[in-house]
């Protein structure tokens, strides 16, 4: 009788422990030096995925995982050097994920957890820049982050959201993004041009939409809606001008509030307070200094 070697049986252990997961596919293709390409579809649970990973140029590290996860797609394509991807499907179905880098040190995270119908897309062009997305308990949804220049951060957070979309492009330096989405129904956008600038959009209750727009240095933006059916719109152009727009109902009810803000100039403030029903408040400013607050 033909004795097993050890090769022979780590090969059998390791075809007996991912014996159930099928008709899933792997796609690595490497073109330069230094490369790390890791592909995982060993859970029992993974079926009918597919996973794509291009890298050209030195020295890029990516890493996909699918654990009892169906039906999805990961795509990671590097170009230039030190580019760092990572995405997690786990518990879902029918998610995709798709990470394009160009440039040097850019780092892009995605996690796709326990949801279904998710799409998340990051494109890194440029100088360390960092983005990651979360989708987790939710259907639906489509993240997306665009990244150009350089020392960039941005995170999309959708945690128990459904039918919702999140946007944030970033170009300049040194800027910081961040969404959070829970609910349904929302529309959430961040565009920031320039250097150094802040933004942040909160959103839960139902059919939110929020947009912030800067262009400058040193702006920052904060927009939190609670209830349904409020809009916020924030833009900047200038140097340290600081807008808040706070959107709420009473006691749990009401929404459907607007509220505008334009700054132009410097070290202008300006708040907006909205409870209870379909208030609406404007704030123009232009100049240096003002100081302007709204509660309604």
């Given at each position: 009788?033909?004795?097993?070697?050890?090769?022979?049986?780590?090969?059998?252990?390791?075809?007996?422990?991912?014996?159930?997961?099928?008709?899933?596919?792997?796609?690595?293709?490497q073109n330069g030096t230094g490369n790390t390409a890791t592909a995982d579809q060993t859970d029992p649970?993974?079926?009918?995925?597919?996973?794509s990973q291009q890298q050209t140029g030195n020295f890029h590290d990516a890493s996909a995982r699918q654990?009892?996860?169906?039906?999805?797609?990961?795509?990671?394509?590097?170009?230039?050097?030190?580019?760092?991807?990572?995405?997690?499907?786990?518990?879902?179905?029918?998610?995709?994920?798709?990470?394009?880098?160009?440039?040097?040190?850019?780092?892009?995270?995605?996690?796709?957890?326990?949801?279904?119908?998710?799409?998340?897309?990051?494109?890194?062009?440029?100088?360390?820049?960092?983005?990651?997305?979360?989708?987790?308990?939710?259907?639906?949804?489509?993240?997306?982050?665009?990244?150009?220049?350089?020392?960039?951060?941005?995170?999309?957070?959708?945690?128990?959201?459904?039918?919702?979309?999140?946007?944030?492009?970033?170009?300049?330096?040194?800027?910081?993004?961040?969404?959070?989405?829970?609910?349904?129904?929302?529309?959430?956008?961040?565009?920031?041009?320039?250097?150094?600038?802040?933004?942040?959009?909160?959103?839960?209750?139902?059919?939110?939409?929020?947009?912030?727009?800067?262009?400058?240095?040193?702006?920052?933006?904060?927009?939190?809606?609670?209830?349904?059916?409020?809009?916020?719109?924030?833009?900047?152009?200038?140097?340290?001008?600081?807008?808040?727009?706070?959107?709420?109902?009473?006691?749990?009810?009401?929404?459907?509030?607007?509220?505008?803000?334009?700054?132009?100039?410097?070290?202008?403030?300006?708040?907006?307070?909205?409870?209870g029903f379909s208030e609406t408040a404007i704030v123009n400013q232009v100049g240096n200094g003002n100081?302007?607050?709204?509660?309604?």
């Amino acid at each position: 009788m033909k004795a097993i070697t050890p090769i022979a049986t780590a090969l059998l252990l390791t075809l007996s422990g991912s014996g159930l997961a099928a008709t899933n596919t792997a796609e690595l293709n490497q073109n330069g030096t230094g490369n790390t390409a890791t592909a995982d579809q060993t859970d029992p649970g993974a079926t009918d995925n597919f996973i794509s990973q291009q890298q050209t140029g030195n020295f890029h590290d990516a890493s996909a995982r699918q654990q009892a996860e169906v039906g999805s797609s990961i795509y990671q394509v590097q170009g230039g050097n030190l580019n760092t991807a990572y995405t997690l499907q786990q518990d879902g179905a029918y998610n995709s994920v798709h990470i394009y880098q160009e440039g040097a040190i850019n780092d892009a995270t995605v996690y796709q957890l326990g949801s279904q119908d998710n799409e998340a897309w990051i494109l890194q062009s440029g100088f360390s820049n960092q983005a990651e997305i979360a989708q987790i308990l939710g259907a639906g949804n489509v993240a997306r982050i665009e990244q150009h220049g350089q020392l960039h951060s941005a995170y999309i957070g959708q945690n128990s959201s459904f039918d919702s979309d999140a946007f944030i492009y970033q170009e300049g330096t040194g800027n910081e993004a961040l969404i959070a989405q829970s609910g349904s129904g929302h529309i959430s956008a961040i565009e920031q041009m320039g250097s150094f600038n802040h933004a942040t959009i909160e959103q839960s209750g139902m059919y939110q939409e929020a947009d912030i727009l800067q262009s400058g240095l040193g702006n920052e933006a904060y927009v939190v809606q609670v209830d349904w059916s409020s809009s916020a719109s924030i833009t900047q152009d200038g140097f340290s001008n600081s807008a808040t727009v706070m959107q709420s109902g009473t006691f749990g009810m009401g929404g459907g509030h607007l509220a505008i803000v334009n700054q132009s100039g410097s070290l202008n403030d300006a708040t907006v307070i909205q409870s209870g029903f379909s208030e609406t408040a404007i704030v123009n400013q232009v100049g240096n200094g003002n100081t302007a607050i709204i509660v309604q």
